[in-house]
Structures are given as structure tokens and as C-alpha cells.
């Protein structure tokens, strides 16, 4: 049982980041260490979670008062109503800041769950156990935690560090190849907005990442968190260079939101064409060049991911997603504040390029140039 680890360091919090195959009996071990005045948890299952994993979990947690919540997971439930029904169970069963939420699922668990714990009597312990592509190269890394409202995706939320992470690629095994796209288009923003060597590294091994070849897996996944954390550690709380992480994410969520968070398109698809479509905004506000796209649009070909952004190469379409973006999070006044692309490796710093909602209708209509 090989296991990579990872160390997040600052100075609030240090946590690590455990990953490998067939690692979850090592849940045991650690838990005495890291909250050694625990009597009960509370394991906050996505209700995706094929049975034989809870009843490895369970097994190993017989030394504790344990309770079982399973959680219908979607971008609907991740809601304040369900935050608010949970609280209500956990403080009934009399939880308090030394017992533990354990979530085990994809990032809208991991979100939830690391929500309610930051919040629970001001904060309780928090063990991630992230089970698609997505959330281990994601939800599980920088300690966002937050649930949606009707105006928007993550717009109530709080910034809270987990005790541990415990990525197993074991789990990886039950995705289908929509929820295997859906983590990789993370792994992708992040050697493009980072590492050029890792793009072209990506440009070779992805089809091994898809085949689930365990080794190149976990290389790509560490090398991913990696490149997450850089950002994380110098900007916890998003104020100026953890923001490049967002790259693609404006137009993505605008997506997810207009289509009211239909399973048609997931979070990664919409990732996949917010980077194609702030790539071609690069080039438009001559901050990028023409090849740096065509390289981009090249590796979704040769693995047949262009079908993500096909829909997005119409300019009516395109402005449909405009009454979305003016509601970004990221945004801190009347403009649209957008991470652009430099070249494979390099983004524009942030709030460098906040662009007015008619500016950005004139910018559309040299979209289908690209």
C-alpha cells in the first residue's frame, strides 16, 4: 500500500494530502492522532458511493459512536435547507468541537460537509475523502467549503482547512467517462495556467489517465494538487493570486448556472468550454496569440473533448450567458473581472482585466473568428 503525500503548510492551518490505490484502512490510524478527543462521527456519504467502500469505512471506525448520513448530491441540494437539516441532526445527537465530520464523495459533498463543520459551534474536525477525479484534484484541496443560491453557484460559504485528505483512486474505478472528463479538465486548467512541461506531459498521457494506469493516475493527481497548492499557500483566502486558479471559471459557471445545473453538462464540461472561451477573449484583448489557442483546442481534439465548447462557437449563444457572469463572485464592482491567458503556463494577473458588460458584447462578436 504505496501512498504519495503532500504537506500543506501555512499559518493557520497544516494538513495532509494522502494518495494512492487501495489506501482507505489507513482512515483508522490517523484519526487518534489528529482529533484525539473524537467520540462521535458523523459520515456524510454521497449516496453514489458503491456499498462496499462505506463498509470498508465503517469497519474501520468501530471504536467510535458513528452516524450515517446519506446525501442526495446535486448542484439543487447543495443548498442552505439541506446545511440547515443537517445541523439540526448533528446537534440533536449532542456534537461538539472535538467529535468529526467525515465526507465521502464528489465536491459537492466535500463542499457540504466541510460547510457544515466550519460552521457547526464555530467549527468542528473535518476529514475529506473525495471519491471522483474532480474532487481529488479540486474540492478536496484549498479548504473552499460553501453551498449554491438561486443567484449563483459557491455564493455562501467560508474558507476551512480539513484535518486530512484521503485521496484512494481505488474509487476512480466506479466513474463513468463523463465523471472521469469532469475531474481531467481541472488537471488541464491547471498545467495551463501553471506548467507548460506538465501540458505537454498531459499531451501524452491522457489517454492513461482515462484507461485508470494506476501510476500515471496518481502522478497526474499529485502533480495537480501541487500546482493548486502553489496557489493556495501564497493566497488562502482569495483576495489576489489564488483567483488564476478561476481560469475558464467565469464563463463555466455562468454555463452552469443558465442551464439551471442540468446533469447534461457537468461542472467539468463547463470548465472545458470557459477555458476555450476566455482563451479566445485572450486573443481578442491581445494578451495571447493564435497558437496558444490552437494548442489548447488540440489536446481536447485528440482526446475528443471538443464537443464541450462546440455549442459555444455561436455568438447567440454566447450572449446568453452575459445576465450570469454580472453575478460572479469574483466580481467587486460593475465590471466582469476575468482571468486571461498569457500562454500555456502563464495567466494576466488578477484584476488586471475587468471588463465592462458592453465592452464585453462588442468583444463577442470576434469570437467565431477563432
Known amino acids: 500500500m504505496k501512498v504519495q503525500k503532500i504537506k500543506f503548510k501555512n499559518s493557520n492551518k497544516d494538513y495532509s494530502i494522502l494518495i494512492g490505490n487501495n489506501i482507505l484502512k489507513i482512515l483508522s490510524l490517523k484519526i487518534k492522532p489528529l482529533c484525539p478527543q473524537t467520540k462521535k462521527i458523523a459520515l456524510i456519504f454521497d449516496k453514489g ?34 446545511v440547515s437539516y443537517l445541523l439540526n441532526k448533528l446537534l440533536l445527537k449532542n456534537f461538539n468541537r472535538s467529535d468529526l465530520i467525515i465526507g465521502i464523495g464528489g465536491g459537492i459533498t466535500i463542499d457540504f460537509s466541510g460547510f457544515v463543520a466550519s460552521i457547526l459551534k464555530r467549527g468542528i474536525n473535518f476529514i475529506s475523502i473525495p471519491t471522483t477525479l474532480l474532487s481529488q484534484v479540486d474540492a478536496a484541496v484549498g479548504g473552499k467549503t460553501g453551498v449554491n443560491s438561486k443567484y449563483g453557484k459557491n455564493l455562501i460559504g467560508s474558507f476551512s482547512q480539513p484535518k486530512l485528505v484521503i485521496s484512494d483512486t481505488s474509487f476512480l474505478k466506479s466513474l463513468t467517462k463523463k465523471e472521469m472528463v469532469c475531474g481531467y479538465a481541472e488537471i488541464l486548467k491547471h498545467a495551463v495556467i501553471n506548467d507548460k512541461k506538465f501540458f505537454n506531459w498531459l499531451k501524452l498521457n491522457t489517454k492513461y489517465i482515462f484507461s485508470h494506469q494506476s501510476k500515471k493516475l496518481i502522478y497526474a493527481i499529485k502533480k495537480s494538487c ?35 445545473y442540468s446533469k447534461n453538462i457537468t461542472h467539468g464540461e463547463a470548465v472545458l468550454a470557459g477555458m476555450i472561451l476566455a482563451t479566445k477573449l485572450s486573443v481578442i484583448k491581445k494578451v495571447c496569440n493564435k497558437k496558444t489557442l490552437k494548442d489548447l483546442i ?55 482585466n475587468k471588463i465592462s458588460i458592453n465592452k464585453l458584447k462588442k468583444d463577442i462578436k470576434f469570437f467565431t473568428q477563432y
Open 298 to 352: 488540440e489536446i481536447y481534439t485528440a482526446n475528443n473533448l471538443n464537443y464541450s465548447f462546440d455549442k459555444y462557437t455561436n455568438i447567440k449563444e454566447i450572449n446568453k450567458l452575459i445576465p450570469y457572469l454580472k453575478n460572479d463572485k469574483k466580481n467587486n464592482d460593475e465590471k466582469i473581472n476575468f482571468i486571461l491567458l498569457n500562454k500555456i503556463g502563464k495567466t494576466t494577473l488578477p484584476n488586471k
Open 226 to 260: 501541487n500546482i493548486k497548492l502553489f496557489f493556495v499557500n501564497k493566497d488562502v483566502n482569495e483576495k489576489n493570486l489564488r483567483m488564476i486558479l478561476n481560469f475558464g471559471h467565469t464563463f463555466a459557471h455562468a454555463i452552469e448556472v443558465k442551464n439551471n
Open 49 to 82: 458511493v458503491p456499498s462496499k467502500y462505506k463498509k470498508i469505512i465503517l469497519n474501520n471506525l468501530k471504536k467510535y459512536e458513528v452516524y450515517v448520513y446519506n446525501f442526495n448530491a446535486n448542484e439543487k441540494t447543495k443548498s442552505i435547507k439541506s
